[in-house]
């Protein structure tokens, strides 16, 4: 299997911290940037629900994550696949419904997962990962192993009852588990004030027992302090953390497209928030520590570009599962 | 030859528990009552003082998200028995066993393993009424990737358990809250049925019932009546519904030609109807009836008495089809009814028949 680009195989950036995030964050950017100039291509055959203007909360959060540290996710997963380390080649050809895809092409982009990197799975019904990452605790705790699981959830998650029976349970057993809420504000086309009283969502935890932090989470550097006190609790034995992201999805809720123009928020709003990207955010704050100049930039960008152009290669070239398997693994074993 | 060993079937269950904590670290329980004072029935009870709150773990009132994270644990290797004690409550944990559990391993490629057992107890009588004892067996089985198991004797509510609990994908383990009481032989040591293919339980030949959980007593008795009246039949449980296997008893029916079903739950898109559908597909031309369905009828279970009577059918409406199918004498058909109502003793339709504890 071949791994996608790491932080550390470039050559484009000096080693630092901070420019690790950078790099994961704008090869994320840029594969989503890619996947949705090709969709209208109809290789891509299932729904997308893209990362963009969201990169900082993933990067930030997996860069105090061990391998063995499990994450799982939701419809959302492209970037919570990516930073974690999942195979690109892998995800492409999911996309693409290529039997080398990390399902076989049998779960298209709302399944993302890969077992070598920690990549436990996503699932696209609102919250049902929920639990399943608080069980992965629960499993790490009784194998004594110290390592993390992480849930990822979008801010409509915490209207549903299992969040609630999930963080109870974790809470009560002190489990090893960190439940980031990326908070972008809307559920598809549904702003948070219709659906949820105003309070913050980070009150939720407290509620629950259960410490919580409240991060902007297009800081990358931000996320990623919040994110190691949490998984440092959390390997300590010290239970679960609770992490509000306050974020923003560019695009619309499902698919390449943009959609202000249907209303229910606003081009102002919308421009608050890009002028907010994460990346810029952060290239400013590198090239300010003279960590990033233009070149440099520019140089990981076609190193990104040229990784991408020989996945998406692959993946269009790669073989369909044969109709006779459609029934195989029903059952394990 | 030592004796046989005579226990209940919820003290096979109990024992079955105890062993696969005992053998497989990975094992842990968790329930709403499963370390509480009276262990589920009695099938857990104690096994918290053996084994500590960490592997016998009781649990929240949360039935989906227990279910989600019993599910987590499994991926990572652990082998978590839940335990409902009414299938109804067990409703709330659908969609995490119908989404995650199910499909795991075939959204992943096979990638995914999901060792979760299931255990879900159905019952009726006493007044429970309609959310306290319903038989959703069907729901289940309509899911692919899920199994499903209805363990009818004690022998095989260890064997089928065990099986359950060393099997890779989620099964759903249905009880009969009536059989716990049953007696029969079991063997101390740990054995596994396997968790595929029916049970020939009667070989008569005059035709094929097919049943599972409590409704194979009620064939049995009416098996034995109908014998006695020179009409033998073939009974056969099903007690693995998923993977559905039914090869023993399409031979059956290809050797009586006669076909009734007896489904615990509804008649209506039932397991019954499966099995009728597909002694259609694959043995019409075997067919010298029309089928028959028994089942429950097409409302929800009444709480009293007076409306719950004529709401469960027994051994005398097998009787009754058996009858008819083979165009038995009326005299026969009666006498058989006769004999399988008096082996009721009168007891009331909302009590379990103390004469049904077996050993069977």
Known sequence: MVTGLKASQSTALDPSPATGLF?????????????AKRYREEKMRCPVHL???????????????RRSDQVVSTHRCH????????DLRAMLCELMGRAGGCCGGRGGSMHLFDPAVGMLLSLPIVAASIPIGVGAALALKQAKRDDVAVVYLGDASVEEGVFHESANFAAVHRLPVVFVCENNLYSVYTSLEERQPPRPIADLGPAHGIQAVTVDGNDAVAVQRAASDAVRRARAGLGPTFLEAATYRWREHCGPNFDNTLGYRTEAEFETWKRRDPIEALARYLSERGLLSESQRSDLAAEIAAELDAAFAYAEAAPYPTPDTAERHLYAG | ????????????????????LRDRPEVFLLGEGVADPTGIFGTTKGLVDEFGSDRVIEM???????????????????RPVMTHQRVDFALLSLEQLFNAAAKSSY???????????????????????????????????????????????????KGLLHAAIDDDNPVIFIEHRWLHYVSGPVPPERYAIALSGPRLVEQGGKATIVANSYMILEAIRAAAALAKVDCPIDVIDLRVLRPFDPTLILESVRRTGKLVVCDTGW?????????IATVAERAFDALKKPVVRIGLPDHPTPSSLALAETYYPGSSAIVDAVGKLCDLPVAAVDAARAEVIAARRGIPIDKPDPAFKGPF
């Open chain 1, 23 to 35: 790099r994961d964050m704008l090869r994320i950017r840029m594969i989503e940037e890619e996947i």
């Open chain 1, 51 to 65: 990362s963009i203007g969201q990169e900082a909360v993933p990067v930030g959060v997996s860069a105090v994550l």
């Open chain 1, 79 to 86: 970037a919570h696949y990516l930073a974690k380390g999942g």
């Open chain 2, 1 to 20: 030859m030592p004796a046989e060993r005579i226990i209940t079937a919820a003290e096979a269950v109990r024992e079955t528990l105890a062993q696969a």
């Open chain 2, 60 to 78: 929240p009132v949360a039935e989906n998200g227990l279910t989600g994270i019993a599910i987590g644990s499994a991926l990572l290797g652990r």
């Open chain 2, 107 to 157: 959204v992943t490629n096979g990638r995914h393993r999901v060792p979760l057992t299931v255990r879900m107890v159905i019952g009726r009588g006493w007044g429970q009424g309609p959310q306290h004892s319903q038989s959703l067996e069907a729901l289940f089985a309509h899911i692919p990737g899920l199994k499903v198991v209805m363990p009818s004797t004690p022998y095989e509510f």
């Open chain 2, 267 to 275: 008649r209506l898109f039932g397991i019954g109807s499966e099995i």
